[in-house]
Each structure stands twice: as structure tokens, then as C-alpha cells.
């Protein structure tokens, strides 16, 4: 038996959990297919879902799982000059021709799809970005040019907590592109995902006796991004969500993390999105989203 | 006595690599801990951390190196900051403000120091005031704000504890610099 998990044609944070619902019961006992032919566009956010689905198939020792690359050359293209292939191609048995990556020039990517395991990634990470970061916020999205240091502090603190409270690896990817439907304008999307523990079982033992029956998912993610909390007792911990919540408020950005089998978003006044989304599909981990939209002051 | 650290320094060493941004807990914990091994080794009062090096520092980096370098050396030295850009003052009085502690420093191009992070608003005027004239005493400081007795005497007491400035029998001193 096995089991076809489709990829959404638009693959984004708002159809993720069709993605989710398709693996039933983590970990899926079957092996599994991630049928990518239809898809037509994905965001980083997509992504790297779907490699965080193979590593956390791999971690729970599942056979390798089998993936249909898109059938469409320009978005096959697009995954490749993400580096989606290289990293999936470790993960996943690939079907379907995959064309060679050949990056060149200024793009809209702005990290690669990159591995996070360990903090000198994070370094790496950081010091990738910053010439990109400065073209992309400033240049196009009319932010002030500190917003490039800031930006660059968000995605370092996004990273280390794949390194501090996920118990494995994780990934991120970087890219600018335009919110048509939901916004009208260019945005900067910073995306962290990691097959990992979760926020639930990383506070569980510092905090849930706080919240009695209500503790799940959803009021774990309460007490990292509304709270402010951490699993550490060094009082210096937890400011990195506070710093992120603080400079997103001042640019209208939105912020949601997913984990388990809840959501919960700082929403701008430009989205439509509920703060908090409970018993959605369960998906191993935590997933991340920061959106940094065009300043509107700038008439982009 | 003044001991100059350059952190870009101890951040080469600390991650073995040409990069130029303080980031993550262990890089900012390793720098620290060179921090400490440089003072113990010293005679001077005065550490003089140099940023100038540095390109980025995050929220934990300025928790780590800062902050619990303060909360450290507390009884120790009088510890200010150089060379730091607009970006680094905001990660590092950030943290400093979640821990309630303050630091001095040093804007590029000026002797005259500011503070970062959290002090009552009267040690903040008191600051800027002994940083500006030099040496007051509590009667000097009431004169030169026009403040009660006790008003003056809280504020530096708030600035002693935070090793803001330095006290030498009646008089208070602006922390040294250069």
C-alpha cells in the first residue's frame, strides 16, 4: 500500500493543511508518495514542508518516501534555483526529470533552501543574506536601510530555534515575491521549518502545569509568542520573539507559527487570517512564517 | 587603567571563521568567557569593549556577551561599550532593558557616553550631567539639577549599583574612556 499525498497547485501557508491532512496518523505506516506533478507554484514556506515531511519520515525510520517533481518546466526550475532538489533528493526518491540549477545574476531568492543543524548554520545563513536582504528591503520593499540589520536579527533568532528547542535539523529559505490576491504588493517571506519535538513538548515541562487542561499546541504557541516564555529558566530567554513581534508591528509584517496541530499568526491589517487555528492535521514539528510587506508610503 | 577588548577579535577566535556577525548563544557565550579570561588577566578597572569590528549583533549575542557579562562582573569592573553602530544599540538595550541593567557607551567619534537599557529616569539625568561637568559630589549634583539632597544621593546610589560611574571618597566620577 501506498499512500499519494498531492501537493496543492498554490502551495502556500493557507493550503499547508491539506498537505498536512494527507499523512492521517504521524507516522504514516505506509509507504508514501508526495505528488507534486499538479502543483503550479509553491512558497519557501511549502517548500521546505515538504522536505520536513521526508526528514521526519526518515527520523521515524519510515521506508523512503517517493516524490513526482512538477510537471511544469518553469516550476520545476523555480524548485531547482531554490535548491529544493538537492536537499530532497536526499529525502526522497525523485520522479520525473529534475533540471540542473543554474542560478544567475539577482533573483528573487534570497536564501536557497538551506539546512539548519547546528548554530555555525546560522552564521552562515546570516552572513548569506545580508548583501541580498539590503537589495530586496530597501530597495524594493522601501524599508529604512536599518530594517536590513533587523531583518537579518529576525532570521538569526527564527534559526536558533531550530537549534536550541527542535532536538534535530530544520531548514529555511528566503524569497521576495508579490502578494497579488491577498495584499497587492511585493513581499519579503522568511520561512523556518523543522521536523523536531514541537513547542508543545519543548515547554511541556516548564510550563503546562500553568495551564492545566487547556495545555496542547495551542497554548504552548500562546506561551512563546504571546508570553514570551522559553524552556530555559535564564531570564534572557524568549526575548527573540519579542524583538521579531515588536519590529513586525511597526512595518504591518505578520507572523504565524504552526505546531502540532494548531496556528497561531500576529495578524496585520492587510490579512484576513485568524490569530489562532486549533486541531488542524498534525505536522511534525514547528513551521515558521515571517512576512515583511512593501511600505506603503512608497505607492508600490 | 583602561583594558581595550576588541570583541571582532575574540569573535574570529570564538568561531574559527571570517565572519563578522555576532550571532547565536554559543558564539555569544564563547566570546564572553574570552571576555572574562582577558579581565581576570588584567589589572585595569576599566573594561573598554570595542564593537567596531562587529557587522551584526542579535538579541542573543547581546544577551549572552552584555548582558550576563554585567551580571557577572557586576562587583568587579566598570565595563563600557565603543564602536557600536544605531542596530547594535537597539539588540543591546533591548536586553538590557528586559534585565534591568544599563551599560555606558561610547557613540564613534565622541568621549561622551550614553546609556543603554534600563535606569530610573533620575540616574539617567544624573549620568548625562557628571558625564558633561565631571566629578560632582551629592551637593554638586543637587546644585547642578536643582534637586533635593536625597533626590541627588538615590540617583547616584542607582548609578554606584549599576557601576555607572565611579565613586572616589565624596565624589562621583564619569566612567574613563579613552
Known amino acids: 500500500m501506498t499512500r499519494v499525498i498531492e501537493v496543492p497547485t498554490h502551495f502556500d501557508d493557507r493550503s499547508f493543511d491539506s498537505f498536512a491532512a494527507g499523512f492521517g496518523e504521524w507516522p504514516p505506516a505506509e509507504k508514501v508518495l508526495v505528488d507534486a506533478r499538479a502543483t503550479q507554484w509553491a512558497s519557501p514556506y511549502g517548500l521546505i514542508g515538504i522536505l520536513t515531511a521526508g526528514q521526519a519520515l526518515a527520523e521515524a525510520k519510515r521506508e523512503k518516501p517517493l516524490l513526482t517533481v512538477p510537471t511544469a518546466d518553469e516550476v520545476k526550475r523555480y524548485w531547482a534555483r531554490a535548491g529544493f532538489f538537492n536537499h530532497a533528493a536526499e529525502l526522497f526518491e525523485l520522479h520525473g526529470k529534475v533540471p540542473r540549477s543554474a542560478a544567475t545574476g539577482p533573483s528573487d531568492v534570497l536564501l536557497d533552501v538551506t539546512p539548519v543543524r547546528a548554530s555555525e548554520d546560522v552564521h552562515g545563513v546570516v552572513h548569506k543574506i545580508s548583501e541580498g536582504a539590503s537589495r530586496i528591503l530597501h530597495g524594493e520593499l522601501g524599508l529604512e536601510m536599518k530594517a536590513t540589520l533587523r531583518f537579518s536579527m529576525a532570521l538569526s533568532e527564527a534559526c536558533q530555534n531550530i537549534v536550541e528547542h527542535a532536538g534535530t535539523g530544520g531548514w529555511v529559505a528566503v524569497q521576495a515575491y508579490t502578494f497579488r490576491r491577498r495584499l497587492g504588493r511585493r513581499v519579503v517571506v522568511i520561512a523556518v521549518s523543522d521536523a523536531g519535538v514541537g513547542f508543545r513538548r519543548s515547554l511541556e515541562s516548564a510550563h503546562a502545569k500553568r495551564f492545566g487542561e487547556r495545555w496542547g499546541d495551542g497554548a504552548a504557541l500562546e506561551a512563546a509568542l504571546i508570553q514570551n516564555v522559553s524552556r530555559f529558566r535564564d531570564p534572557g530567554r524568549g526575548q527573540g520573539l519579542a524583538f521579531i513581534k515588536r519590529f513586525l508591528d511597526q512595518w504591518e509584517g505578520k507572523i504565524s507559527i504552526r505546531s502540532g496541530t494548531a496556528r497561531l499568526s500576529i495578524v496585520p491589517p492587510w490579512d484576513e487570517d485568524v490569530p489562532m487555528s486549533d486541531h488542524l492535521p498534525h505536522f511534525p514539528g514547528s513551521q515558521v512564517q515571517i512576512i515583511i510587506p512593501a511600505q506603503e508610503t512608497k505607492g508600490r | ?178
Open chain 2, 1 to 178: 587603567m583602561i583594558q581595550t577588548i576588541r570583541i571582532g577579535l575574540l569573535l574570529r577566535e570564538a568561531v574559527a571563521s571570517p565572519y563578522r556577525d555576532l550571532v547565536t548563544r554559543p558564539t555569544g557565550a564563547a566570546v564572553r568567557t574570552r571576555i572574562e579570561a582577558t579581565l581576570a588577566d588584567s589589572k585595569c578597572l576599566t573594561a573598554l569593549l570595542d564593537f567596531s569590528d562587529i557587522e551584526l549583533v542579535d538579541l542573543s549575542c547581546a544577551d549572552e556577551v552584555v548582558a550576563k557579562l554585567l551580571l557577572t562582573v557586576r562587583t568587579a569592573y566598570f565595563v563600557v561599550l565603543q564602536g557600536l553602530r544605531e542596530d547594535h544599540h537597539e539588540a543591546i538595550d533591548h536586553v538590557l532593558t528586559h534585565h534591568r541593567l544599563a551599560v555606558a557607551a561610547v557613540p564613534p567619534g565622541s568621549h561622551s557616553p550614553r546609556l543603554l537599557g534600563w535606569v530610573r529616569a533620575d540616574a539617567r539625568e544624573a549620568f548625562a550631567c557628571i558625564s558633561e561637568t565631571g566629578p560632582l559630589d551629592v551637593s554638586g549634583l543637587s546644585h547642578g539639577l536643582g534637586w533635593s539632597l536625597c533626590r541627588s544621593r538615590d540617583a547616584l546610589g542607582d548609578l554606584t549599583l549599576n557601576r555607572l560611574v565611579r565613586p572616589v571618597g565624596e565624589l562621583y566620577y564619569p566612567l574613563q574612556t579613552a
